[in-house]
């Protein structure tokens, strides 16, 4: 069982940044792809970032434009999520999840093939 705790939200001005991080505890981490969703009110959960095990593939979002980052440190069990020149639209609730690493088997864009999740954090961007 692995639990996600994600942390680093908050209430900034459009155009500034922000840091995500989520820490995992209770498993292997570097067996596990790392993805970011987001869900704004009355909105569905949507893809953010993923990365691979090994850090070396990342895919985002096409509304990310540049904007995030995505990182992992297994060494510290924690990805990172570097959301820079934040716009209104980014306001949502932000969530880190894990899905097992399968070989032949890519990381995932559709929540439902993540086994673990966080319990989420908020990131309110004012214009």
């Known amino acids: 069982q692995v639990q996600l705790v994600e942390s680093g939200g908050g209430l900034v001005q459009a155009g500034e940044s922000l840091r995500l991080s989520c820490a995992a505890s209770?498993?292997?981490?570097?067996?596990?792809?790392m993805g970011w969703f987001r869900q704004a009110p009355g909105k569905e959960r949507e893809f953010v970032a993923h990365?691979?095990?090994?850090?070396?593939?990342?895919r985002y979002a096409d509304f990310v434009q540049g904007r995030f980052t995505i990182s992992r440190d297994n060494g510290k069990n924690t990805v990172y999520l570097q959301m820079n020149n934040l716009r209104p639209a980014d306001t949502a609730t932000y969530f880190c999840?894990?899905?097992?690493?399968?070989?032949?088997?890519?990381?995932?864009?559709?929540?439902?093939?993540?086994?673990?999740w966080g319990q989420g954090t908020q990131v309110t961007v004012s214009s």
């Open positions: 999840a894990a899905q097992l690493f399968v070989a032949g088997v890519g990381p995932a864009t559709e929540s439902s093939k993540y086994d673990y």
């Open positions: 209770g498993g292997t981490f570097s067996s596990y792809y």
């Open positions: 990365i691979s095990w090994s850090g070396s593939y990342k």
